[in-house]
């Protein structure tokens, strides 16, 4: 639950940064003076750097996201660090014989390993997180326990 509130966390901050900068580029445009035949026209899409300007916040906008989300995929569901240490497993190559090619990450401090597939045949599959028990740890303190 934690994981999806960080990930909504950061994607509220984004907006909001986002939103800020479409404010800004709207009010630094000067407002064009009224026609004769009524109000002011509508900048968007009949002033070409307004256009633009806006168009550049959306592209901003949506790469921010995008980097926000895969930033998300790649972090530890329990403490939220970055996944190390990535290993790529299987072969492109013999997929028989050695599996199919998919890397591997794991939380710094061990709490799980994330499995992603690199072969994307039968759709888009997600990657795998497995969380680990504490058997390593419980393993250590036994060998401390009986010395
Ligand atoms: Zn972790």
């Known amino acids: 639950m934690r994981h999806w509130l960080y990930l909504i966390g950061k994607l509220a901050i ?45 592209l901003t906008g949506a790469g921010l996201c995008s980097v926000i989300i895969w930033d ?3 972090r530890c569901r329990t403490c939220h660090r970055r996944l190390i240490m990535p290993i790529v497993t299987g072969s492109w190559g013999h997929m028989v014989t050695f599996g199919r090619p998919k890397t591997e990450l794991i939380c710094p401090f061990g709490h799980g390993t994330l499995r992603i597939e690199e ?17 390593i740890w419980k393993e250590l303190e036994s060998y401390e326990a009986h010395r």
């Open 119 to 135: 072969l994307q045949i039968t759709g888009r599959q997600f990657p795998d997180w497995e969380p680990h028990d504490d058997n």
């Open 72 to 74: 998300h995929r790649r």
């Open 14 to 58: 984004a907006a909001g940064v986002i939103f800020g900068l479409q404010f800004t580029v709207e009010h630094l445009f000067p407002i064009p003076p009224p026609t004769r035949f009524g109000p002011p026209p509508v900048m968007f899409l009949h002033d070409l750097p307004f256009t633009f300007a806006i168009f550049a916040v959306w």
